[in-house]
């Protein structure tokens, strides 16, 4: 009965009669209480790890994962960045001494000596003691590597602005929506001048916001064709009232469309 | 009935001594919250393990809707957000597991840099941690660019053309991961989504059953 329950191999065992047997290591040596991984500690591992499920899910709920317009390789305006844990190393890029000439300083010496330091730790740091505070060189390049990271990532970030960002690359499904161009609305559409900034579908442009997808009411539309709104001036409309009507219809029948 | 089913597999493969290995060992008091609450710090490895997997199952139910393709990838991406059911919570834990598990994987390298817990006999195991870190950076910046958006494309683009530039191997690198040593597209997203979705997975599997063994091979580290 020396394995599982008195377990006999047909033929040529490939287990040795004498097979050392993996000991789990004994925690005598650390004084104190010790405690079964299995079951006790792992139900309050369970524990821990339901309470942190349950922040992460409220995360995932009250902020859906960001999605921008399909990616137009033809946006020159389009100002790249990386997410947010790249941040510093393509802030680091953007300093004299580590662009242009010096470019293998930013993108390999710098960072290759902080992550090759990383992964070296143990053999750079090869004393026997243990507490920060007996081991300073290696401490203090940890907190100096720490802060440059989060500097540098603060400095990557606080020329953007997010919520602008958000808003003017917010995702639209351009066949989603049928332009119904005979309509007469779509007439005072296009010879009002509205279409130039607004688009022949739409669908908005680089000094305006896509009429598509807006939940507004007729009035409201026809308030801000008249008087603007935003970035919009007052007077782009200047036709008849009746036009004024059509033109709210119109706009308001392309967002029922969907 | 469990109990026959386990002692017909016991007796064929003998798997009680594997069920010791993972599951019957003690926890010393020193790393346990529920003695000395500071031992919370002990908690952000496995909260990484517990992220991973969940990072890797809603990964699993992203590649049933997701289609790598530049016709078909962001469209994919915006039916699974606005029309599939729960598409956006799934979507969502996917989106934000990987910034969580950056975040998880930073506090734990710290824990163990500051505790002076890769020291001698556990080097090897810093190396392999660290080499996860790595892999984890890299699938973020591969499913970076999956969504198929533009600031997937934009970013990918710039994380290309710094490959690009690198001494000597620069041309290659960036061909390697483009598909091109120009282009930015068709071949890049398919090739992102293999490394994304098949190697570094792979290698990510690998590492952290290394992890793992090793961990309960020395045991944790003593108390400071």
Redesign the interface.
């Known amino acids: 009965m020396k394995?599982?329950?008195?377990?006999q191999f047909v033929g040529d065992s490939r287990?040795t009669a004498n097979k050392q047997?993996?000991i789990?290591?004994?925690?005598s040596?650390?004084?104190?209480?010790?405690?079964?991984?299995?079951p006790n500690?792992?139900l309050?591992?369970w524990l821990?790890?339901a309470v942190?499920?349950v922040g992460?899910?409220s995360?995932?709920?009250a902020?859906?994962?960001?999605?921008?317009?399909?990616?137009?390789?033809t946006?020159a305006a389009?100002?790249?960045?990386?997410?947010?844990?790249?941040l510093f190393l393509?802030q680091l890029?953007k300093y004299q001494f580590a662009s242009g000439p010096y470019?293998?300083m930013g993108?390999?010496v710098i960072p290759g000596l902080a992550?090759g330091g990383?992964?070296?730790?143990?053999?750079l740091?090869?004393?026997?003691?243990?507490?920060?505070f007996h081991?300073p060189i290696?401490?203090s390049l940890?907190l100096l590597g720490?802060v440059s990271v989060i500097w540098l990532t603060w400095e990557a970030a606080e020329h953007v602005d997010w919520e602008v960002r958000a808003e003017q690359?917010k995702?639209v499904?351009e066949e989603a929506v049928e332009i119904d161009k005979e309509d007469p609305g779509y007439e005072v559409y296009s010879s009002q001048a509205c279409i130039n900034c607004h688009g022949d579908n739409l669908q908005g442009g680089a000094a305006a916001p896509s009429l598509i997808g807006i939940d507004r009411s007729a009035e409201e539309i026809m308030d801000i064709a008249k008087n603007g709104t935003g970035s919009m001036p007052a007077g782009q409309f200047e036709g008849s009232d009746e036009e004024l009507q059509q033109l709210a219809e119109f706009i308001v029948s392309a967002n029922k469309e969907e | 009935m469990m109990q026959k089913i386990y002692?017909w597999i016991?007796?064929?493969v003998?798997?009680?001594?594997l069920w010791?290995?993972i599951?019957?060992?003690?926890?010393?008091?020193?790393v346990?919250?529920?003695?000395h609450f500071s031992a919370f710090v002990y908690?952000f490895g496995?909260?990484t393990f517990?992220?991973t997997v969940?990072q890797i199952l809603s990964g699993m139910f992203l590649t049933m809707y997701y289609v790598p393709d530049?016709e078909n990838a962001?469209?994919s991406?915006?039916y699974l957000?606005t029309e599939v059911a729960h598409g956006?919570?799934v979507?969502?834990?996917?989106?934000?597991?990987?910034?969580?598990v950056?975040v998880m994987l930073f506090l734990h390298?710290?824990r163990v840099?500051?505790?002076?817990?890769?020291?001698?006999p556990?080097?090897l195991n810093?190396?392999v941690g660290?080499?996860i870190f790595?892999i984890m950076?890299a699938l973020?910046?591969t499913g970076?660019l999956l969504?198929?958006?533009?600031?997937?494309?934009?970013?990918t683009?710039?994380?290309l053309n710094?490959a690009g530039?690198?001494?000597y191997i620069g041309d290659f690198a960036k061909t390697l991961l483009a598909g091109d040593p120009e282009i930015?597209?068709a071949q890049t997203l398919t090739r992102f989504f293999a490394i994304h979705v098949f190697f570094l997975p792979a290698a990510l599997f690998a590492l952290m059953g290394a992890h793992f063994i090793l961990i309960?091979k020395?045991?944790i580290?003593?108390?400071?």
Not at chain 1, 29 to 38: C, I, M, V
Not at chain 1, 125 to 132: A, F, H, I, V
Not at chain 2, 221 to 224: A, I, V
């Open positions: 394995k599982g329950k008195g377990m287990i047997k993996f789990p290591k004994d925690y040596e650390y004084p104190g209480k010790t405690e079964a991984f299995w500690f792992l309050k591992e821990v790890g942190f499920l992460f899910l995360l995932t709920m902020h859906p994962a960001p999605l921008e317009k399909m990616a137009d390789p946006d389009y100002i790249p960045l990386p997410d947010w844990y790249f393509y890029l470019f293998i993108a390999v992550f990383l992964f070296l730790a143990p053999f740091d090869n004393g026997t003691k243990r507490r920060p081991r290696a401490t940890m720490l690359n995702p499904l | 002692d016991d007796e064929r003998d798997i009680t001594p010791r290995d599951a019957d060992h003690e926890v010393p008091e020193h346990n919250p529920a003695h908690c496995g909260l517990f992220v969940i530049i962001w469209k991406v915006y957000q956006q919570i979507r969502g834990m996917h989106h934000w597991g990987a910034s969580v950056i390298t710290l840099f500051f505790q002076g817990a890769y020291k001698k556990r080097e810093w190396m660290v080499s790595f950076l973020g910046l970076y969504p198929w958006d533009n600031k997937a494309y934009f970013a683009q710039v994380t710094i530039d690198l001494p930015v597209g309960r020395q045991g580290s003593g108390p400071l």
